[in-house]
């Protein structure tokens, strides 16, 4: 279970109080590494997101033997993390905010298994969020019971070279 993450951004404070409003959560600031923040969920997962300014990069044992922080500024505009994360807000809360702060959202069917909401912080980073309806429909797809059908049909699929 993923209990928080960190991603870079270009205004850590404005994207960890918009994301607190769509996980009606609290923003808290990071002291570790100054201009962060976290958003806390507040949910029984003990779910956050860490929002450090954009080009920072982690590096191991810099801080006694813990990981450190450096900035590197010729980062790329898009990246490839991304992460599925339940939210107790549904589809139109999540389309009016996203519509509010200029975000991109769309709604989306991965390949007829489950759906999520596509929600592109700053028009840069994408989070695919699962109001609880979709939730419910994820954690079936990747149920233990499920699993083995869900790897024979993607094992089946042959990758293209």
């Keep these: 279970m993923l209990h928080h993450i960190s991603i870079s951004v270009n205004n850590p404070l404005h994207v960890a109080k918009v994301l607190a409003e769509v996980f009606r959560g609290k923003v808290v600031p990071f002291p570790p590494h100054p201009g962060s923040y976290m958003m806390l969920a507040r949910d029984k997962f003990g779910t956050a997101i860490e929002l450090y300014p ?12 813990q990981a ?38 769309f709604p989306c069917n991965r390949d007829g298994l489950f759906d999520v909401v596509e929600f592109w912080v700053e028009n840069r980073l994408m989070l695919e969020l699962l109001t609880p309806a979709m939730a419910s429909k994820y954690l079936e797809c990747f149920s233990p019971e499920n699993l083995p059908a869900l790897i024979e049909q993607f094992s089946s699929i042959e990758s293209p070279n």
């Design 54 to 65: 954009i080009g920072t990069e982690l590096i191991p044992n810099a801080n006694q033997g």
């Design 68 to 105: 450190g922080f450096q900035l590197d500024r010729q980062t790329s505009y898009y990246i490839p993390f991304h992460a599925a994360i339940s939210v107790p807000a549904n589809l139109e809360e999540i389309e009016r905010i996203g519509v509010r702060f200029g975000w991109q959202v």
